[in-house]
């Protein structure tokens, strides 16, 4: 085709296109393209959101969002909102009456410490009486508080961010880094020999990290710009919060019929852009190891990023091995786990605040670290969130590990297996109740087809006991410590009493909370239950 012939057609297809466009006003064909470009652009969120959240969730969420337009309709649920904030919310405000809003005009001086001692009387009773919180046994003013109450006290004033001043905390953490990952495979052959990392304010900093540097290392090994994770349904909150931090889209997937990560359905949702999956060892929910070896081939089979959280089971498993528990692998021991978190500050017996978390390799660890180069206060590089940390809490972990040692891991996991047995027994033979999967360690998760167990949870707490309420399936569980060992026949006692109680009077106990609980636990709209958290977490202030 010659240029005549091409400029003829462009000619004619232009005289027939304003031929045809004349019968529509200019307003018409401006507004024409934007409402389409704007129809588009509501359909690809529609589409993505679909994507994301699954069509049940979505059709949920734009029927309650049209609801709400409905005049009188979000006023009224903005009103019951309130009234289940202002229930939550109605014991804790009653206790800040008289909280301090400003200094002192005139200082207390060393007289501050009978004050403390004042106000920790007001304590509730946790002796013995909460799941997990407090791991250490015996009293807090002998024994093993009294060790690590000294050490944090003889290093309270010291920074390991200052390597060239505290060089005694930056020893302790780099000692404890090592112990702790020699417990976890880091002298096995398979391990690589390299097994390093840091320590942490928590669980949650611990996972944080790891997340933080997996993807970033998955970006500089592939590409991946725009992340995701996958985690079984048990996985911890955490990951839901290293998500939002850092822009990374968190695939939530059902746990098995064993209440343990589902391999295969995990293996569904691996694209281009996963940069991690997750498996727990135990899961916090119901106490069960996840299948780590097999996530752990998966993870290799697709070079993708695996962490494994020990947070719990850290200072358990290894010495349950030991003693003969039928305990799987969990640790660097396993092809493909890249990374570990494990918590010193539980069954590690070590003061509260104390964490570590673990890399295979220095190549995913440097992905952690945060260097400014272009600050005029100097170079700055800090390997953990916080910059400043206090040396007293490293101190104190160290302490705890080096005064127990194995021979006292090793009695302390005997003890607290064989209490969490003889609770899983006791709550077998009460007839209403079920045990939640086949618990692998010390927390024994426990349900009712016959009485609402929130309830049970309500009376339980009116005998001063502070259990853990769970969902999917609705549930308590106690994670047992130091604490149980010696009162497990109590516990048990006033369990049956509760049941009982329930079973022969069914309905929420005054100021009890299983009535939030179950609401929470049927209510579809889970940004509703979302927005209630949010509205009684910002009425704390």
């Given amino acids: 085709m010659d240029s005549s012939s091409l400029t003829s057609h462009v000619n004619h297809f232009r005289a027939s296109a304003n031929s045809f466009l004349s019968q529509y006003e200019p307003l018409t064909l401006f507004l024409f393209p934007l409402l389409s470009l704007l129809l588009a652009h509501a359909l690809r969120s529609f589409f993505l959101l679909l994507l994301n959240d699954g069509l049940k969730p979505t059709l949920l969420g734009f ?26 919310q109605s014991d804790s405000k009653s206790k800040r009456e008289g909280w301090k809003t400003d200094l002192p005009s005139t200082g207390l001086g060393a007289s501050v410490i009978e004050k403390m001692r004042e106000e920790k009387r007001n304590d509730a009773v946790w002796q013995g009486k909460c799941s997990g919180t407090v791991y250490i046994g015996g009293s807090e003013s002998d024994g093993h508080f009294s060790v690590i109450n000294e050490a944090c006290s003889m290093f309270a004033h010291t920074n390991p961010l200052h390597l060239d001043v505290f060089h005694s905390v930056v020893r302790f953490e780099a000692e404890v880094v090592a112990m702790t990952a020699a417990l976890l495979g880091s002298k096995e052959k398979s391990s690589g020999g390299e097994i390093c990392g840091n320590m942490t304010s928590g669980g949650t900093e611990s996972i944080l990290l790891a997340v933080k540097s997996s993807r970033d290392y998955m970006k500089s090994k592939k590409g991946i710009t725009r992340p995701e994770m996958i985690i079984p349904e048990s996985g911890h909150s955490a990951y839901d919060k290293a998500a939002q931090y850092f822009n990374i889209k968190l695939w939530r997937v059902p746990v098995n019929k064993s209440f343990q990560a589902d391999v295969k359905a995990i293996r569904r949702y691996i694209n281009k852009n996963t940069i991690l999956i997750v498996g727990s060892a135990p899961g916090f929910p119901h106490g069960i190891i996840d299948p780590i070896e097999e996530l752990g081939h998966l993870a290799s089979s697709f070079s993708i990023c695996f962490h494994v959280d020990l947070c719990l089971g850290g200072f358990v498993l290894p010495f349950a091995r030991e003693l003969g ?84 891991y090793l009695e302390n996991t005997k003890a607290i297996m064989e209490g969490s047995r003889r609770i899983q027994k006791g709550i077998e033979e009460i007839a209403e109740l079920f045990i939640v999967g086949r618990p692998d360690m010390t927390i024994v998760a426990f349900g009712s087809n016959v009485v609402d167990i929130f309830e049970v949870n309500d009376v339980m707490s009116s005998k001063g006991w502070h259990l853990n309420a769970l969902q999917r399936p609705n549930s308590i569980h106690i994670c047992v410590t130091l604490q149980h060992v010696p009162i497990v026949e109590d516990f048990l006692k006033d369990l049956k009493e509760s049941v009982k109680t329930v079973k022969e009077n069914p309905g929420p106990i005054s100021g ?6 179950g609401a929470a636990g049927k209510m579809p709209d889970r940004g509703m239950v979302q927005e209630l958290l949010v509205d009684f977490m910002d009425g704390t202030c």
């Fill in 63 to 88: 029927l309650i969002n049209s609801l709400k337009l409905i005049p009188g309709v979000k006023t009224y649920i903005d009103s019951e909102k309130r009234k289940v904030v202002d229930k939550l």
């Fill in 325 to 408: 528990y039928n305990i799987p692998p969990f640790d660097f021991s396993v092809k493909g786990v890249s990374s570990i978190s494990v918590d010193v500050h539980k069954y590690g017996l070590a003061p509260k605040g104390t964490s570590v978390v673990l890399y295979r390799n220095h190549e995913i660890r440097k992905h952690q670290f945060v260097a400014v180069t272009e600050w005029s206060g100097g170079l700055y590089v800090s390997p953990t969130i916080a910059g400043s940390r206090p040396g007293s809490l490293i101190a104190g972990a160290w302490a705890a590990m080096m005064s127990l040692g194995k021979e006292g």
């Fill in 512 to 517: 009890g909370l299983a009535p939030i609980y």
